[in-house]
């Protein structure tokens, strides 16, 4: 079983107890923080813990690094065990990330709120990827596109949490900017040029989306020329196009619907959605020809989609 240092990210939200932890993690860190240690990575301080975890319990404290060899900027300093952090994930405000005297890593979990917290709030760090200063080097034109990247998919999860989109969308600018940059080289290999190009197009599917979940739908059509209009992409895009069209049927973007469904190869081959649009937006009397198919994804647009409304 692999560490949970070497999926942080991962780990934290397996250990949280609700959606909250992704509050914590965006609007606190910047995506790349790791630990850079094998110990456990999680800190608090007594004195700033709730009454009801004043008496650590002996199982939560870490065994991997003993407190008689801590070296925190601080004495009341406890590192947590990595497998028993939920009720201090559940109870903590925010999130910040400290050092020891060796130099090693940790995050500590807050419970207050000072000014420091609140300028995170008003201005996460992981905001000011796109801001950084251009690159000079090869090493650090990579860095900078792999911060992007992952900006591209911290995006994807908050779309599919369907939570916080002013930050959804702040990072999927700044994954189009990877997206922009990416060059596709021709090939003998047909396929694998084609497995390159539907990755991209994936990517701005979710660029699309996000731009339409937060009303901004000319821009998600200008994103969609580059893919939705391609017939030969349908194939290997349609489960990314499919959601995107029962998030342009929870914004109720007729118009824009009615546009795409104008091309009748489209309307064709997304059948089911064409119907499921026509049933919620324009005709509900309309008759169906794949009524369970069409069933299913009204249901999705009432409910499951409500979290993008």
């Not at 559940?90 to 000072?114: S, V």
């Not at 649009?277 to 169906?288: A, E, F, G």
């Amino acid at each position: 079983m692999s560490s949970p240092n070497d999926n942080w990210y991962g780990h934290l939200v397996a250990q949280s107890r609700t959606d909250a932890i992704y509050d914590l993690i965006h609007m606190f860190l910047v995506p790349d923080w790791a630990p850079n240690h094998d110990l456990d990575f999680v800190t608090v301080r007594k004195q700033a813990l709730p009454e009801q975890f004043k008496n650590i319990p002996p199982e939560d404290i870490s065994r991997k690094l003993l407190p008689k060899d801590y070296c925190f900027p601080g004495d009341d300093y406890v590192l947590l065990h990595n497998y028993r952090l939920t009720e201090y994930l559940h109870a903590a405000r925010w999130i910040d990330c400290i050092e020891d005297f060796e130099d090693r890593t940790f995050l500590e979990l807050r419970y207050d709120w000072p000014q420091k917290a609140q300028e995170f709030w008003n201005n996460p760090p992981a905001y000011n990827l796109a801001a950084k200063t251009p690159a000079t080097t090869d090493a650090d034109d990579e860095r900078v596109l792999e911060e992007k990247e992952q900006s591209m998919k911290i995006a994807y999860e908050l779309l599919q949490q369907g939570r916080n989109p002013e930050l959804a969308l702040k990072h999927a600018e700044t994954g189009k900017e990877f997206l922009d940059a990416q060059q596709i080289i021709y090939n003998s290999d047909a396929n694998a040029l084609l497995q390159k190009i539907s990755r991209q197009m994936m990517g701005y599917n979710i660029v699309a989306m996000v731009y339409a979940w937060n009303n901004q739908v000319n821009k998600a059509a200008a994103i969609d020329q580059l893919y939705i209009h391609q017939p030969g992409l349908w194939e290997s895009l349609d489960t990314c196009i499919m959601p995107y069209l029962e998030m342009l049927m929870v914004k109720k973007q007729s118009d824009y619907l009615h546009y795409l469904f104008s091309d009748k190869d489209f309307r064709a081959y997304f059948l089911a959605h064409y119907e499921a649009y026509i049933s919620l937006l324009v005709d509900d009397t309309y008759i169906l020809s794949r009524k369970t198919e069409v069933v299913g994804i009204i249901n999705r647009v009432n409910y499951t989609g409500k979290e993008w409304k």
